[in-house]
């Protein structure tokens, strides 16, 4: 089967069907076409255009303050973009650096198409696509992130709020908040990134910050064995089937001359969570006689806000796969492989960028796990072979 563009529609069968077109997506496909399997599968992604979840992220975040954004294997970012690439918004430079990439190695991505449900039929699967029609395929590497299973913690009364209620997923910059109360939940680099960013440049806000934990901040640098073992840690979850944790929440938290400022300024101004949530805002403790405060009381029961911008991570994104009945009684799917890429109850199904791996660097060695593991199973010798230049 040769898939000759990306406007093309889906061909009706491949032996591999990659669900997905991001990071571990275009991993996946760069190593089935060096191993020889370039006309096997093919690639479906919903979104609208090459970046994966990075085309949504929010215009102020620029590739210096993302955490770190790994090379796709075999050409890396500066390579495409140029030298100068830390101050572009990563909405921008990521997606134009993948559309280049996908370009460079005859990688096929068909767009939009949405994965709706994937069944097992004979020997193999069927994904039943957005538009009605659908397609089969023997192998299933899916590779669909987290960025469309924003998650919100369940605290009692949310439902009663009558300001603002957002997830980082819908963020988009901070002149909407001016004038307004905002409430940042959540404790990760995202959550006080933009705790800062609506406090410094939202005129006239007022900001809180509340998390279950409060974040401890490194001065030193955070090393590749802190890294191993935070990966490896989410790796001993999954291969016990074991809903995972972050893996890039788990990556440190460095104490950057902007977040030094922020403390400095008491725009880091910690609160535990509250436990309940108020028609006009938070309290704690509280039962359901509220009383109104200013807030400018740590010790307050009360606070009065106008938005709640909830940065509380996401979860995998694999509803798509739940006619596969995969989870384990422990909650996740129970992983195991090499690098915890393959499903242990159907060894056809591969899950990149589902716990170890969902990091730009996991994704990228998912991807070449998956297609190995793929060239296996069909019988194909996974030795190099030259990829289109
Ligand atoms: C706010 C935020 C910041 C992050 N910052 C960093 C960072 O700095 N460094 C780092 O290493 N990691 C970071 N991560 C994690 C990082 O985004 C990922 O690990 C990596 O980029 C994900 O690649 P992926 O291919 O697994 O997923 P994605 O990039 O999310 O790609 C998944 C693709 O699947 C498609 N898709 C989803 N569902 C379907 C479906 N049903 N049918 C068809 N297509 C579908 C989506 O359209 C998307 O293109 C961050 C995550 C978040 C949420």
Redesign the pocket.
Known sequence: MQISSAAARPAPHSDVLI????????SAAYFLHRFGLGDRYQM????PGP????QF?WPT?TLAT?????DLPGWGLVEAVGLDCDQLPAATAVPDYFGRYEEKFGLHVHRP????AVRREGDGFRAELGDGSSVTSTLIIN??????RPFIPHIPGAADFRGRQLH?HDYASPAEFAGKRVLVVGAGI?AIQLLIEIAREAPGSQTFWCSRREPVFSTGPFTPEQGREAVARVERRVRAGLPPTS??SV?GLALTPAIAAAQRDGILAWRPMFTRITETGVCWDCGTNTRAGDGSDSTSEHLDVDVIFWNT??RS?I??LAPLRLRAPGGGITMTGRLATVVDADPRIQL??YGP???????NRAGREAARVAADLLGASPHRQPVNK
């Open positions: 669900i997905g077109g991001g990071q571990a997506a275009l479906l992604d919903h979104a970046g994966g979840a990075w992220r975040l993302a955490n770190r954004v790994h198409v949405h994965v709706r590779a669909t992130g987290t960025w469309d980082t995202s893996v890039v990556t991570g996401f994104a509803d798509h990149l960028g791996s969902a990091s730009t660097i996991g994704a």
